[in-house]
């Protein structure tokens, strides 16, 4: 167990302390998951009271939404990367991108889940806005990146594709982190456990038949023949 700290007096000092907690959050939550980051492991992790954590953020939601809102910054840097590589990709090529991109980003897979289930809902007015304003930026600059990807998408086609990537990344995440008692029923019923050993390729597939889709959405149909 560390030590307790003194409080941080000067402004660096408070970032400092804030960045440090972040860091003890995101550890514990790569090793334990989102849900067993308590205050009182982040606070002993880094040597303060409990207490002490209201002085950078006033609740445990609002460090794990903060936690969240990085890794909408991540996921955003690490697609439009991928993406700006190759001048057009094709639908397999652009579902991978997108499945590793978010592969690379575990906490945030996570933590999508329970940004909706009680992260947002339990913080201030302000915060949930300042929340929905970051991630609906770096969504809008995805959106743009997978229109410019040369994939046959239209901003509604890149839109639905990325909604299909956040919402099944978060499924299958949870789906791969089983608790002891499903370990030990899928040791015994090895079918049973498929879904949760091929985070990528699962991601992958599904994201590709969305975007195939999304490109025959766009598709002017031929004109019925009315003969």
């Keep these: 167990m560390n030590e307790p ?3 941080a007096r000067s402004a660096e000092a408070k970032q400092e302390r804030r960045r440090a907690l972040l860091v003890a959050a995101t550890e514990l939550g790569l090793a334990h998951g989102v849900r067993e980051v308590t205050l009182t492991a982040v606070t002993t992790q880094v040597g303060l009271h409990p207490s002490a954590l209201r002085r950078y953020f006033e609740s ?3 460090l794990l939404l903060e936690l969240a809102e990085l ?3 991540d996921w955003r840097t690490g697609l439009t990367d991928a993406l700006a590589e190759a001048p057009s990709r094709t639908a397999g090529e652009v ?3 997108l ?3 978010l592969e690379r980003l575990p906490l945030f897979c996570d933590l999508l889940t329970h940004v909706v289930l009680s ?3 339990a913080v201030r007015l302000e915060r949930a806005r300042s929340y929905k304003a970051a991630a609906t930026e770096a969504y809008d600059e995805m959106t743009d ?3 410019a ?3 046959g998408l239209d901003p509604e086609g890149a839109r639905t594709v990325l909604t299909t990537a956040m919402s099944t990344a978060a499924y299958l995440y949870q789906l791969g982190r089983p608790s002891p008692t499903l370990r030990q029923l899928y040791a015994q019923e090895p079918r049973w456990a498929h879904d949760a050993l091929r985070f990528r390729e699962q991601l992958t597939r599904i994201l590709e038949a969305t975007v195939l889709g999304a490109q025959c959405a766009r598709s002017p149909r031929p004109p019925r023949d009315l003969g």
């Design 119 to 121: 992260l947002e809902g």
């Design 5 to 7: 700290r003194q409080r």
């Design 71 to 73: 890794g909408w910054r």
């Design 95 to 97: 579902a991978r991108a």
């Design 99 to 101: 499945a590793v991109s």
């Design 145 to 147: 990146a997978l229109v």
């Design 149 to 151: 990807a040369g994939a």
């Design 60 to 62: 445990r939601e609002e």
